[in-house]
């Protein structure tokens, strides 16, 4: 089970550069990275809903979202945001040193997520192990951004 999960979610991983690469030349082509945000989202909607249909035969229902708390709803703009900006950065920062920092940043907050058990995740403390591996993963970024100062074509 662990092996399929860790597959899934590499495969996951590898489209996030694909993705921002087509999303900053869907921007460039309308010229304008909201624009790009916007019809990704647009798509991603209905791939969603027709995956949704598909696998489990209905959509959420009107009743069942009233349940939800409206914290819970934030994820919509943070991934807005975070697509808006991979979008606007990818073609002006390159897309490798936007993946870079976003991951770094993910992996980061992630920790601490676990660390404290933020938004009810459960509680894995920081262990000296994995605070030494955080301290590589900044020297990795540090040493990746020596050779990257020339300025984007």
């Known amino acids: 089970m662990y092996l399929r999960y860790a597959v899934w979610a590499s495969m996951a991983g590898m489209f996030i550069p694909v993705m921002a690469v087509l999303n900053a030349r869907l921007g460039r082509t309308l010229g304008e990275p909201l624009h790009a945000a916007f019809i990704l989202f647009a798509v991603g909607l209905l791939a969603t809903g027709l995956a949704s249909l598909a696998f489990t035969g209905r959509l959420p229902s009107p009743a069942a979202l009233r349940l ?14 975070y697509i808006f900006s991979i979008t606007l950065l990818a073609p002006r920062f ?19 997520i676990d660390h404290f058990g933020l938004f009810d995740a459960a509680a894995r403390p920081m262990t000296a192990l994995r605070a030494g591996g955080l301290a590589l993963l900044l020297a990795g970024l540090w040493i990746s951004q020596l050779s990257t100062q020339t300025p984007a074509r």
């Open 68 to 81: 939800v708390a409206p914290i819970n709803f934030a994820g919509g703009a943070i991934v807005g945001f």
């Open 94 to 112: 390159g897309v490798g040193n936007a993946i870079l920092f976003v991951m770094t940043a993910q992996i980061f907050t992630s920790a601490a």
